[in-house]
């Protein structure tokens, strides 16, 4: 590993990099990128510094962390150019498994960082029908979010657990690329966010933020991360698939109770009938 700055504020990160298991190496980039434009101008020793260890992390960390020191360097007129063309350099294409979890682990702003950065991946625009959209504002306004994820799983084309894991998540950011992949309209979308997920509708400023993020997100990116949803956790082809711990406990009843599994007459074998005739 290359000689660290003498920099009193890295110390607890040197401390990690001495145990075993835990790499530190996104966060000492970014540690190391914010704190040198903390400063206009930098003597050469300083630069050299830099590079060096700049240019030997960029190439070992995650796209995300990649994305969020070029949003960092962009606007810093200093930055050293061999940084740029690293940071420029294209990267092995992470696994779709791995994107989406990268999504779900990132905080909110590092999920904005992702989306902006699927540009140029191809993905078909999956527009639902006004139907499915309709039930989805209904089943919203109606505070049934067991009702809206059934609705939403087929409509996305991703496996029940990925579609609670998007209705569930507490910052709201996958709900927002979801609906916007599916081509909901600004209006309705600001009355889920109201109503759906009560975390979420209580907040005046969060409601606010990511209508903001609807607006600004294109629907070419948010086809881009449904897609990769897809391919991370396609929809299975089972009979049932409960979406809720609610229908779990439902089927159970079920199955406890003799009356429910009776037989409907009407669809009982014609030969049944005709022995009792």
């Known amino acids: ?37 903390q400063k ?20 070992a960390v995650d796209p995300t962390t990649r994305a969020i020191v070029a949003a960092t360097l962009r606007d810093y007129a200093a930055t050293p150019p061999p940084v740029w063309r690293k940071l420029s350099a294209e990267p092995p294409p992470p696994r779709n498994e791995d994107l989406c979890e990268l999504f779900f682990a990132a905080p909110s702003e590092e999920r904005r960082l992702i989306l902006v950065n699927l540009v140029g991946r191809r993905a078909a625009t999956p527009h639902a029908a006004p139907d499915t959209l309709a039930r989805l504002e209904a089943s919203a306004l109606q505070r049934n979010p067991s009702e809206f994820t059934r609705t939403l799983r087929p409509a996305l084309g991703v496996s029940a657990q990925l579609a609670l894991r998007i209705v569930q998540d507490s910052s709201g950011e996958p709900l927002v690329v979801a609906l916007k992949a599916l081509g909901m309209p600004p209006a309705a979308l600001q009355r889920v966010l109201l109503f759906l997920d009560p975390a979420i509708g209580q907040s005046v400023r969060r409601v606010h933020e990511l209508a903001q993020l609807f607006d600004e997100l294109s629907a070419d990116a948010a086809a881009q991360m449904l897609a990769i949803w897809r391919a991370a956790s396609p929809a299975r082809k089972a009979l ?10 439902r089927s159970a009843r079920s199955f406890a109770n003799p009356q429910a599994r009776r037989v409907n007459p009407a669809r009982e074998p014609m030969s049944r009938k005709s022995q009792q005739s």
């Open 40 to 59: 206009p101008l930098h003597t050469l020793e300083e630069e050299r510094q830099f590079v060096e260890l700049a240019t030997g992390l960029i190439d």
């Open 240 to 249: 049932h698939e409960p979406v809720t711990v609610d229908d779990e406990r």
């Open 1 to 37: 590993m290359p000689k660290f700055p003498a920099d009193p504020r890295l110390k607890g990160l040197y401390d990690l990099a001495s145990r075993d298991g835990i790499d530190i190496r996104p966060t000492l980039l970014r540690v190391l990128t914010d704190l040198y434009v």
